[in-house]
Nanobody, 115 residues
């Protein structure tokens, strides 16, 4: 059974940085994608960043140049968030996609950007 555990959320001032972590347990093999999505109150869940284990990345327009996704180990993904803005406030969800149209989600971690 695949499980995702996120950590690293919290309260940060505008302009600050946070790093989110996600560890995936279960069988991990072949080509897969890990990523981050976020959902703010009253809004739909949106793409933040994804990365395949072959290095292909995709970023949401609002975070390009500020956020960086990485896969340092085959079961771990990081999201480095710099120059945070108040509208980055959301619940951030880790995603693991081991095959087309197969998705696993973490429980979410709150990120609040406020002075």
């Amino acid at each position: 059974q695949v499980q995702l555990v996120e950590s690293g959320g919290g309260l940060v001032q505008p302009g600050g940085s946070l790093r989110l972590s996600c560890v995936v347990s279960g069988n991990i093999f072949g080509l897969y994608t890990m990523g981050w999505y976020r959902q703010a109150p009253g809004k739909q869940r949106e793409l933040v960043a994804t990365m395949s284990n072959r290095g292909a990345t995709n970023y949401g327009d609002s975070v390009k140049g500020r956020f960086t996704i990485s896969i340092p180990n085959k079961d771990t993904t990081y999201l480095q968030m710099n120059s945070l803005k108040p509208n980055d406030t959301a619940v951030y969800y880790c995603n693991f996609q081991p095959a087309y149209n197969v998705n696993y989600w973490g429980q979410g971690t709150q990120v609040t950007v406020s002075s």
